[in-house]
C-alpha cells in the first residue's frame, strides 16, 4: 500500500510536483496505475481522483460510508478501502455502482467483503449481466500488473429506476435517473447538503466519453442540459478532475458539437472516411481521451446512420474497451 499516492490538494507548486509526479509514475507503472489523489470535497464528502483509471466519491459519516464507485481491479478498491480507513473505522454502508462500465465496478468484491449494500440502476444491472465476461477479459489487467481472474461478480442488491433517497448520518443522498447519457443507466448521485453531484456516466470533465455505448445523442445533450438546473456547485465526474458548472457547459457544448457535426455529415452523405479527416476537433485535443477521436466519431456515425449503438453489437464485433 506504501506505492498509494495520496494528497488531498493537487496545488502544492508546479515544478516540485511535476518531480514528483514523475518518480511517483515509475512506481505507478510497476504498481498496476495506482496512483489517485484523495480530495475534501466538503467536511464529510471526498474524491478519490484517478487520473489512469477511474474516480470516485465517498461519503463519510459517524453512522457509516457510501461509496459511490468502486474503481476497476480489486487491488485498486482495496487502495481506495485502506484511503477511506486512514479516515474512518465507520462501516461501509452503501455502494453505489453509477454505470455499467467495468472500470467503475469490478473492485466491487472487497466492499461486498465490507458489508456494503450494494445500489444501481436495473439497465445497469442488465447490462452488467451482459457485459461482465466480455468487460474482465478485454481491460488492461496484465500492463497494470492485475489478475483478472480476481475481479468477481457482486451485483446490485437494490435497484431503482427513476429516484432513490437513502440517508446516512442525518444526510440525505439522492439517487437520480433522468435519463442515458454515455450509457443507460447513468446515475447521478446528489449530495444536497454538500451542494454536491457524482455525476455517473452523464458528464466527465475535460475528456473524451466513450460514445460507443449512448443511445442517443439528443438524449444526452437533453440530459447534460437538465442537469443545470439542479443547484450544485462542485461535480464529482467518472473521469478527469472535479468540475464547476462552468466545466458542465463545457462538456455540453462539447457533446452538442460532436452531435452537430457528425449529424451533418451523415446528412449530407459524407464518407466516413473522409468524415474522420475533416472533423478533428483540434479545440478539444488536451482532453483526456482525444486518441480515441476516431473510433469515437466511428461509433457516432454508425449509431446516426443504423439507429444501433455498437454496445448492441455481439461481442466477437466489438471492438476492444478502452480504460475508461
Ligand atoms: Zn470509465
Not at 465507520?90 to 455499467?100: D, L
Not at 455517473?200 to 444526452?220: C, E, K, L
Amino acid at each position: 500500500m506504501d506505492h498509494y499516492f495520496n494528497r488531498r490538494k493537487r496545488h502544492p507548486g508546479l515544478k516540485v510536483r511535476g518531480i514528483c509526479i514523475a518518480g511517483l509514475l515509475v512506481l505507478a507503472s510497476w504498481a498496476g496505475n495506482a496512483i489517485a489523489e484523495f480530495e475534501q470535497v466538503a467536511p464529510d464528502l471526498y474524491f478519490n481522483y484517478d487520473h489512469g483509471g477511474s474516480n470516485s466519491a465517498i461519503l463519510i459519516t459517524e453512522e457509516g460510508v457510501l461509496v459511490v464507485d468502486t474503481r476497476m481491479h480489486p487491488d485498486d478498491a482495496e487502495l481506495l478501502l485502506a484511503e477511506i480507513r486512514t479516515h474512518t473505522d465507520a462501516p461501509i454502508k452503501y455502494v453505489i455502482n453509477s454505470q455499467f462500465h467495468g472500470d467503475h465496478y469490478m473492485g466491487n468484491k472487497v466492499f461486498a467483503r465490507e458489508g456494503a449494500t450494494f445500489i444501481a440502476h436495473t439497465d445497469t444491472k442488465a447490462v452488467i449481466l451482459e457485459r461482465f465476461e466480455y468487460e474482465v477479459n478485454s481491460r488492461p489487467f496484465a500492463s497494470r500488473g492485475q489478475d483478472s481472474s480476481e475481479v468477481e461478480l457482486v451485483l446490485p442488491d437494490i435497484l431503482f429506476n427513476t429516484q432513490l433517497n437513502l440517508t446516512l448520518g442525518g444526510r440525505t443522498i439522492e439517487l437520480l435517473y433522468i435519463g442515458a447519457g454515455q450509457n443507460e443507466g447513468d446515475t447521478l448521485v446528489h449530495f444536497p447538503h454538500a451542494r454536491a453531484m457524482h455525476s455517473g456516466g452523464v458528464f466527465h470533465n475535460r475528456s473524451w466519453a466513450n460514445t460507443s455505448y449512448t443511445p442517443s445523442f439528443d438524449g444526452w445533450v437533453n440530459v447534460l442540459t437538465a442537469m443545470q438546473d439542479i443547484d450544485v456547485d462542485t461535480y464529482l465526474p467518472p473521469h478527469g478532475p472535479l468540475a464547476t458548472k462552468k466545466d458542465l457547459e463545457a462538456f455540453t457544448q462539447f457533446i452538442a458539437k460532436l452531435n452537430s457535426s457528425v449529424k451533418s455529415a451523415v446528412t449530407a452523405g459524407t464518407p466516413l472516411a473522409e468524415m474522420l479527416q475533416n472533423l478533428t476537433f483540434d479545440e478539444y485535443s488536451e482532453w483526456r481521451g482525444y486518441d480515441r477521436r476516431e473510433r469515437n466519431l466511428t461509433a457516432m456515425h454508425e449509431l446516426m446512420t443504423t439507429g444501433e449503438a455498437q454496445y448492441f453489437v455481439p461481442n466477437e464485433r466489438a471492438a476492444p474497451i478502452p480504460s475508461q
